[in-house]
């Protein structure tokens, strides 16, 4: 089965009050860790493989922010799909294909 997941977390009370860009950098570090495919966009990072690794990756991230935090959001939507595989990149350019 392929899952491709795209997740946000938002440090809601945390020490300092200035950019994400920090959290969500440690963030990235545990998702490359991973070995995950995934890329980062503006509004949240997108991940593809198994779901137990998806989760268990997730997991990770959100208990990291929450040492620091005091209270942490999190956004998660998951599409799970018998079979085929490089679909992150698959989705995105079958919409280019029809916009040429």
Do not use: N
Not at 1 to 9: D, E, H, K, N, W
Not at 22 to 29: K, Q
Not at 60 to 89: I, N
Request: glycine content about 10%; some cysteine.
């Amino acid at each position: 089965m392929s899952c491709v997941a795209t997740f946000s977390l938002f440090p809601l009370e945390r020490p300092d009050q200035g950019s994400f860009a920090p959290y969500v950098a440690r963030t990235i570090e545990i998702v490359r860790e991973s070995g995950l495919a995934h890329e980062l966009g503006p509004m949240g990072t997108v991940l593809e493989g198994d779901l137990a690794d998806i989760m268990r990756t997730i997991k990770q991230c959100h208990d990291d922010m929450r040492k620091e935090c005091g209270r942490v959001y999190l956004t998660l939507a998951v599409d799970s799909r018998e079979g085929e595989s490089g679909r992150m990149r698959g989705k995105v350019d079958s919409v280019g294909e029809l916009l040429k």
